[in-house]
């Protein structure tokens, strides 16, 4: 998995925070881009991202198993809620496709 923070189209205050109220996840079967010669490239990897207009701030490229991982560990967010779960279930994905729950009641 490949994450990136894209912080150019901010002034980022002295907190460090950046609100983006406006903002909306896309979500790409693969990614195309311009690189520093303006020629055009792909990556096939599925590609998360969140837009802020036209700036994409935040992007992760992932493969479909990580993808995979990514979609389980909602889920499995969703379900804690649905039955009632009223700590904080933490799920992380690690390299590897390694999952870790953590619960804090």
């Known amino acids: 998995m490949e994450n990136t ?5 901010y002034t980022i205050p002295e907190d460090g925070v950046i ?7 896309k979500i790409l079967s693969r990614y195309v881009g311009i690189n520093d010669d303006l020629k055009l490239f792909d990556d096939d990897r599925i590609t ?3 837009e802020d207009g036209n700036f994409w701030a935040f992007i992760s490229k992932m493969s479909i ?3 995979k991982k990514l979609c389980e560990a909602l889920y499995g967010v969703i379900i804690y809620k649905e039955k009632g779960g009223k700590g904080q279930l933490t799920i992380t994905i690690e390299e590897g496709g390694l999952v870790r729950y953590r619960e804090i009641p």
């Open 5 to 9: 923070i894209h912080v150019g189209a």
């Open 48 to 50: 998360l991202c969140l």
């Open 19 to 25: 609100s983006i109220p406006k903002s909306k996840f």
């Open 65 to 67: 198993d990580e993808a």
